[in-house]
C-alpha cells in the first residue's frame, strides 16, 4: 500500500483545513488509519485515528472538538479536517495504515504502522 498526504498548506489561526490520505489499493478497507504531525525540532506525534469501518476513532487531546478524522473507502481516501487551528498547529502532518481485523481499534502508537506517506506541511500563521 501506498499513501500520499496532500492538502496542506498556510492558514491563519482560527481557520480551517482539510488534509487528504490517499492509498494506492482498494484493500485500504482492512486497513486502520492513523495521522501523525512532526514540528520543526520535535518529535512525531499522534494525531487522530480511524479504524478500517470509520466507526471507531481516536484523538489526541491537543486538538479533541477541533479535529475529525473521516474516511471514505470506496474513494481510498481518509480525511483529517482541521478547525479552529492553532500556530501550534503548524507541523508536516503524516497519514500511516496498519492492516487490522475488524474488531480492533485504530492504535495511537506509530510503531504499529506498516506504510506510511511523505507527508503534507500544514503552517499556521498567528
Known amino acids: 500500500v501506498q499513501l500520499q498526504a496532500s492538502g496542506g498548506g498556510l492558514v491563519q489561526a482560527g481557520g480551517s483545513l482539510r488534509v487528504t490520505c490517499t492509498a494506492s489499493?482498494?484493500?485500504?478497507?482492512?486497513?486502520?488509519v492513523g495521522w501523525f504531525r512532526q514540528a520543526p525540532g520535535r518529535e512525531r506525534e499522534f494525531v487522530a485515528a480511524i479504524s478500517r469501518s470509520g466507526t471507531t476513532t481516536n484523538y489526541a487531546d491537543s486538538v479533541k472538538g477541533r479535529f475529525t478524522i473521516s474516511r471514505d473507502n470506496a474513494k481510498n481516501m481518509v480525511y483529517l479536517q482541521m478547525n479552529s487551528l492553532k500556530p501550534e498547529d503548524t507541523a508536516v502532518y503524516y497519514c500511516a495504515s496498519k492492516r487490522t481485523i475488524l474488531t480492533v481499534p485504530p492504535p495511537y502508537d506509530g510503531t504499529e504502522y506498516t506504510y506510511w506517506g511523505q507527508g503534507t506541511l500544514v503552517t499556521v500563521s498567528s
Open positions: 489499493r482498494s484493500l485500504f478497507s482492512s486497513h486502520a
